[in-house]
């Protein structure tokens, strides 16, 4: 259809000449150029037919290569859409095995928390009856020493005031005391003392006055306050407890408050922190103002550190360094709250 064309737009072109009774000579020139023209179209036609065969060829394989790389990614796309199934179906498990896991867990902690409380309360049950029995028994023994101690100073009084009886020879016999009294009867206004220590015999009137009570009272402290702190220092606190005891209930006596604050060291030697704690709380609470109460303080964080109640501790230090911030015992407090 082109070649046809292409022909007839050569015999247009040519019809003027062909008006214009072209020669022979111009004819076959004429024939010539259109043969020419002819094998060009021809060539041409190969050529493009060929080109575009190869590219038409070329363009196939292309599409066929194509069809391969997509059926490819198809397979690859499929693969990973089933590997993500997998993981999800994976990731499900995974979350009901984890979820089933915390609720195990939740319950075993629950169940430990609440059998912690139980032994807790049981605990803190315990302690408070131990509490109780300690501090009646400290009770008990305060009666029996203040008991020991009237009986001393009803003993004392006897002794400033002995009984006297008189025999058939005239000499007067005197209830055994720590003198022995010797009356003469030669003389019976005087009386001849003499001491069962030394041997010395020294004379005075019959009707000698009583020595003062409260004196001999203070020199009884003096020398009980002495024993105690010479069985704190042997290591005998169950002894030195008691002759503390003793020296912390008298009235009247000057290491009274100090008696009492050894009272608490003999029980904190001894390991029993719970029943030290009660001991020091009464300095604390009766004498809030002396230097033994920082000291007892100070004491009772140690005290609750021993029984593992660092945070009671804590708060016991800081009072120290708040009420009692110039005393000793608050800079061992700091340092104690620089380790806890």
């Known amino acids: 259809m082109r070649k046809k064309y292409i022909i007839s737009l050569l015999l247009i072109g040519l019809m003027p000449l062909l008006t214009q009774c072209a020669s022979e000579q111009d004819v076959k020139n004429l024939n010539y150029h259109v043969r020419s023209i002819n094998k060009k179209l021809d060539d041409m036609k190969v050529n493009t037919v060929d080109q575009m065969q190869q590219r038409q060829a070329m363009s196939s394989g292309q599409l066929d290569q194509l069809q391969v790389d997509i059926l490819q990614l198809k397979s690859k796309l499929e693969e ?96 055994p005391t720590s003198r022995k009294v010797l009356f003469s009867p030669s003389s019976p206004g005087k009386t001849t003392v003499k001491s069962a220590a030394s041997g010395t015999a020294m004379t005075s009137s019959r009707k000698a006055s009583p020595k003062p009570v409260a004196k001999t009272t203070q020199v009884q402290s003096i020398d009980t306050y002495a024993q105690a702190m010479q069985s704190y220092r042997d290591g005998d606190y169950k002894r030195a407890f008691t002759l503390f005891e003793k020296n912390a209930s008298k009235r009247g006596s000057a290491n009274a408050i100090t008696a009492r604050y050894m009272m608490g060291e003999c029980l904190f030697k001894q390991n029993e922190f719970d029943q030290a704690i009660i001991q020091y709380q009464q300095i604390i609470s009766s004498y809030p103002g002396n230097p033994q109460a920082a000291k007892a303080l100070f004491r009772q964080g140690e005290s609750f550190e021993q029984l593992s109640d660092t945070e009671t501790a804590r708060i016991i230090y800081r009072k120290i360094t708040a009420s009692y911030g110039s005393s000793p015992e608050a800079e061992l407090a700091k340092q104690r709250l620089s380790t806890l």
């Open 80 to 175: 990973n859409a089933h590997m993500n199934r997998m993981l999800q179906e994976q990731n499900k498990e995974l979350q009901l095995a984890v979820q089933n896991l915390a609720i195990q867990q939740e319950e075993k902690l629950t169940l430990k928390m609440a059998e912690l409380d139980s032994r807790l309360i049981s605990q803190k049950q315990s302690l408070t009856t131990m509490q109780l029995a300690r501090v009646q028994d400290a009770e008990r023994r305060s009666r029996a020493a203040k008991k020991s101690a009237d009986e001393a100073m009803r003993r004392a009084q006897q002794v400033s005031i002995p009984k006297r009886t008189q025999g058939r020879s005239g000499v007067i016999h005197l209830q």
